[in-house]
């Protein structure tokens, strides 16, 4: 009996820990499987993200959360108005431009949070957006409190995928954007406007993107720390490798890299010895693997990262 | 008139102005902004970087020699179009193996398992990179992915290494045992951390101006990064091998960068070994216009802004992460400011055959 209400708490605990985990991913990775079935590839991700969590704390500490949340927004989308400017403007690598991105975004942030909050002394806090619980969902044994007593944003993250989903497959545009990833001059010649479609698809990644760097400020750590994105820009990329640049594949793959995250946590706080680190980079191996074309062929938008 | 005198200024003039300007007005500016005492920092700067024997010999070419290596490897690989980011995680995989290197019983502590250190740090980088150029030539994976993951699971290897087999003997810290004095890198100068690791990277960068511009390999190289359509036309080159070729001897380097760290600096292996040395390296090879010569020298600016950095934090309390900002701002009025540096990968556009395109 005891051990199964045990059981039940962990699983639980397990599950709560993934889905915070996947929370801030999740945006993250919507906004690159956008940008990249444009064709357009973005290894400033790390930055953008950088970016959304510095802007959500200096709105969050003069206007509240939800103002937090639109200053994430706009510092998620002035960091790809950047990457716009020199890969759509000027036809500057994108790799380059991305890897450029996120130095300065480390910088300006970092610059920014010690000349405006001062470097040596406590952490300047913020309360973090609180659980709201669904009535009846949340109520379920195990899995109502760790899915459905989540903040906001997670509700939402739930709401993107069907909605990514829907707006790849069933309209127009998603088809017209993802014809843009894989034949720019095709979809050109057939009347759509590939560079308008392209910033657009920029834009919006660069929203997401700092929605996640909001999530991990305003519903998580309720500071900014210097680097706080500590790679989830990158792991964001490696999600819509393994998740095939589809809107369900990037769902499961987001799942799997937040499920090691949660279950190193959980071993942790466990005492269990395991080792982590090579628990952590199993879901890279995994990626590479399915890169390798194990388990099917993994195939990119044929026209990523190019430029033309 | 002077508009006139300033076209006929030759290139690497320019661009040393230009990041000289970055430096000297980019700082400044950046910090008044935001409300830091500018003057002091920048004093600071200079003495940190090149206002003293001591800050150049053990903080400027000391900083600069990581990342002339890992430079000359991103500017081998892209010249050879292939986009190794991946700098990072075989400068990891150098480390890692020459750690292992010297823990052996009697190799560890002779004077022998410096030179082996570091041919095994080359090899071990190389055969990083050789998983992602194997990727890249039988699967038409795109390196950019795949250096990205292979970083990560570096990271994570020496994250298990340094709490796990390489752990210091007593257990209580994530790092590994000092390498024994005997397998430590020479020092150059009385009184300096300047270590025989920098002579070994300006020679490497030496021998790979002359193989990029006098031999036969080196041309092959040239020819595909330039053209890989033609190349292939042309029937002589074998792209696909060249590619991978350029692909393991850039892994080399950035593995050698890593075993020379690790035996001229730190002597022990810990996680945050690189400070991100391998995308600093994208930028010093960038700023060189992907010339081994031009590394050299542009690993100098930024072996000296990073140690000017130290001494700005220490000093005058201005964080050494401004210096992000400055080299982000190098990068990307390079990107501006030389169609070259623009197009880089119009190369690689040409040498993958278009796929067919992705099931929905």
Redesign the interface.
């Known amino acids: 009996m005891t051990a199964s209400v045990e059981g039940a708490t962990l699983a639980a605990a397990f599950l709560e820990g993934t889905i915070r985990t996947a929370t801030p991913l999740l945006f993250a990775a919507s906004g690159e499987l956008i940008i990249e079935r444009a064709g357009l590839?973005n290894?400033g991700l790390e930055g953008v993200i950088l970016g959304g969590a510095f802007g959500a704390f200096l709105g969050a500490t003069h206007g509240g959360t939800a103002f937090g949340y639109s200053t994430a927004v706009l510092s998620g989308v002035l960091v790809m108005l950047?990457f716009a400017a020199?890969t759509l403007g000027?036809?500057?690598?994108?790799?380059?431009?991305g890897?450029?991105?996120?130095?300065?975004a480390?910088?300006?942030t970092?610059?920014?949070y010690?000349?405006l909050y001062g470097?040596g002394g406590a952490a300047v806090s913020i309360s973090t957006s609180a659980a709201v619980a669904i009535p009846v969902l949340s109520r379920v044994p195990v899995l109502g409190t760790a899915l459905f007593a989540q903040p906001v944003m997670t509700y939402f993250a739930y709401m993107l995928i069907p909605a990514l989903w829907w707006w790849?497959?069933r309209t127009h545009a998603g088809l017209a954007l993802?014809a843009i990833?894989?034949?720019p001059v095709a979809a050109l010649a057939a009347g759509v406007p590939v560079r308008g479609y392209r910033l657009a698809a920029t834009l919006v990644a660069g929203a997401l993107g700092g929605v996640a760097g909001g999530v991990l400020v305003l519903a998580q750590a309720g500071t900014f720390v210097?680097n706080m994105s500590a790679?989830r820009g990158?792991?964001a990329?490696?999600i819509v490798?393994l998740g095939?640049?589809?809107p369900l594949g990037v769902a499961l793959a987001t799942l799997l890299f937040s499920a090691t995250t949660s279950l190193q946590y959980l071993a942790q706080a466990m005492g269990v010895n395991l080792?982590y680190?090579?628990v952590?980079?199993l879901p890279?191996?995994l990626?590479?693997a399915a890169?390798?074309?194990i388990g099917g062929r993994v195939?990119?938008?044929?026209a990523?990262?190019?430029?033309? | 008139m002077s508009a006139r005198r300033s076209q006929r200024l030759p290139e690497p003039v320019l661009r040393a102005l230009f990041v000289l300007g970055s430096v000297a007005f980019g700082i400044p500016l950046l910090l008044a902004a935001l409300g830091f005492d500018a003057g002091p920092a920048m004093i600071a700067l200079w003495r940190g970087s090149f206002g003293s024997y001591d800050a150049i010999t053990s903080g400027t070419l000391v900083r600069a020699t990581p990342v002339m290596l890992t430079g000359l490897s991103v500017a081998i690989a892209f010249r050879a179009g292939v986009f190794n980011i991946g700098a990072e995680g075989q400068f990891l995989a150098g480390a890692a193996a020459v750690t292992s290197l010297s823990m052996l019983p009697v190799l560890g502590a002779s004077y022998a398992s410096s030179p082996v250190a570091l041919v095994a740090g080359a090899i071990a980088g190389g055969a990083w990179a050789a998983i992602a150029a194997l990727l890249r030539a039988r699967f038409r994976v795109l390196e950019v992915i795949s250096t990205i993951l292979l970083n990560f699971i570096a990271l994570y290897l020496v994250g298990y290494l340094v709490r796990g087999p390489l752990q210091e003997p007593l257990h209580i810290y994530p790092q590994s045992k000092t390498i024994a004095v005997a397998a430590r890198l020479s020092r150059l100068l009385p009184s300096s951390r300047l270590h025989a690791g920098f002579l070994i990277a300006v020679a490497a960068a030496l021998a790979a101006w002359w193989i990029l511009k006098f031999t036969a390999a080196g041309f092959r190289l040239r020819a595909v990064g330039a053209n890989a359509d033609a190349s292939r036309s042309a029937g002589m080159i074998d792209v696909s091998r060249t590619t991978t070729q350029a692909f393991v001897v850039s892994g080399a380097l950035a593995g050698l960068a890593g075993a020379i760290e690790l035996t001229g600096v730190t002597f022990a292996l810990y996680e945050n070994i690189s400070p991100g040395y391998g995308y600093t390296g994208i930028a010093v090879a960038l700023l060189a216009r992907l010339d081994p010569l031009g590394v050299i020298a542009s690993s100098l600016v930024f072996g000296g802004l990073e140690a000017g950095a130290t001494a700005m934090q220490r000093d005058a309390g201005v964080p050494s992460v401004v210096v992000s900002v400055i080299e982000a701002i190098i990068v990307l009025g390079l990107i501006v400011a030389w169609p070259q540096a623009r197009r880089m990968s119009i190369r690689r556009g040409q040498q993958l055959p278009t796929s067919e395109p992705a099931e929905t």
Do not use: K, N, S
């Open positions: 590839m290894i950047l020199c000027l036809g500057a690598d994108q790799i380059i431009t890897t450029a991105l996120t130095l300065f480390l910088g300006t970092g610059t920014l010690r000349a470097g790849f497959m993802r990833g894989e034949r210097e790679g990158f792991i990329i490696a490798v095939r640049w589809h080792p680190q090579l952590l980079a890279y191996v990626t590479l890169l390798a074309g195939v990119p938008p044929a990523l990262a190019r430029v033309d």
